[in-house]
């Protein structure tokens, strides 16, 4: 069993930045690779940013240069720190992991872009 548990969450003004964190119950070199993902009202899920156990990341083309994934290892912890944010990044944000062919998710944590 995984718990995660999503943070950071708030309203921010456009340009603005948020950092969320995702507390993670077991050692996070247990899993090959961390996700953040996302939920406009009315969308589907999408994936925003993965973290690979080699550190290698990967972003969606909506995000790049302006996200960034980052992990403590000595805390359990991802961040998605969130740069520049824009009105269309306003959504529920998800952390994601996968082990032994489960999915595990977050309670999810809300990010609203508005002036």
């Known amino acids: 069993q995984v718990q995660l548990v999503e943070s950071g969450g708030g309203l921010v003004q456009p340009g603005g930045s948020l950092r969320l964190a995702c507390a993670v119950s077991?050692?996070?070199?247990?899993?090959?690779?961390m996700g953040w993902y996302r939920q406009a009202p009315g969308k589907q899920r999408e994936l925003v940013a993965t973290?690979?156990?080699?550190?290698?990341?990967n972003y969606s083309d909506s995000v790049k240069g302006r996200f960034t994934i980052s992990r403590d290892n000595a805390k359990n912890t991802v961040y998605l720190q969130m740069n520049s944010l824009q009105h269309g990044d306003t959504a529920v944000y998800y952390c994601?992991?996968?082990?032994?062919?489960?999915?595990?998710w977050g309670q999810g944590t809300q990010v609203t872009v508005s002036s």
């Open positions: 994601n992991t996968r082990l032994g062919g489960y999915a595990y």
């Open positions: 077991r050692n996070i070199f247990s899993f090959y690779a």
């Open positions: 973290l690979f156990i080699d550190e290698s990341t």
